[in-house]
């Protein structure tokens, strides 16, 4: 279908509009009675040599920042296939309110894990951590059954990636 010299010069404005490819052609429809592919109108708007504008972002009204004891908690790394980390965390009342985590890596890591290492929580707690070859973080507590907090956690989870950059991974 062919446009006009004054539908062409429509086109144009609701390009400069900034008007999507997929509004021009519910327009064309609606003011024109032509109806056109979404195709067909991609080659339109490319033939009319008129560059579609980006939209403008919107700018979001900043909003004041909750306390710290209601922001969101991020995740637990990903589980390794035979342990859960979600299943370690202990309930917040019974979690130390200060984390003091510290981590070692073995010189020479676990067999078929990219490294591996100790960690020792606030409360004195031990364990034994790996990361495998799919990026997914495993942890052996030395007590059967211990359950470090969610800020010990997250707080294991910083210090590791801390440590994993300096050694280059």
Do not use: C
Not at 36 to 62: A, H, N, Q, S, W
Not at 134 to 139: A, C
């Amino acid at each position: 279908m062919t446009l006009d010299d004054s539908q062409k010069q429509t086109v144009r404005q609701w390009i400069e509009e900034g008007l999507k490819v997929a509004d021009i052609q519910v327009k064309l429809a609606e003011e024109f009675d032509i109806t056109m592919t979404y195709m067909e109108v991609r080659f339109l708007v490319d033939d009319l040599g008129v560059i579609p504008k980006d939209p403008e972002p919107e700018v979001e009204k900043e909003e004041p920042a909750p306390p710290p004891n209601d922001a969101p908690q991020p995740p637990p790394a990903a589980p390794a296939p035979e342990e859960n980390l979600g299943e370690l965390v202990d309930d917040e009342a019974t979690a130390p309110q200060e984390g003091n985590v510290q981590i070692s890596l073995d010189q020479l890591a676990r067999p078929g894990m990219l490294a591996s290492g100790k960690v020792t929580f606030s409360d004195q707690q031990t364990a034994g951590w790996h990361l495998d070859q799919f990026g997914q973080l495993g942890l052996s507590p030395d007590q059967e059954g211990y359950k470090p907090s969610q800020t010990d956690l997250m707080e294991f989870q910083v210090a590791l990636q801390s440590e994993l950059s300096k050694k280059g991974f």
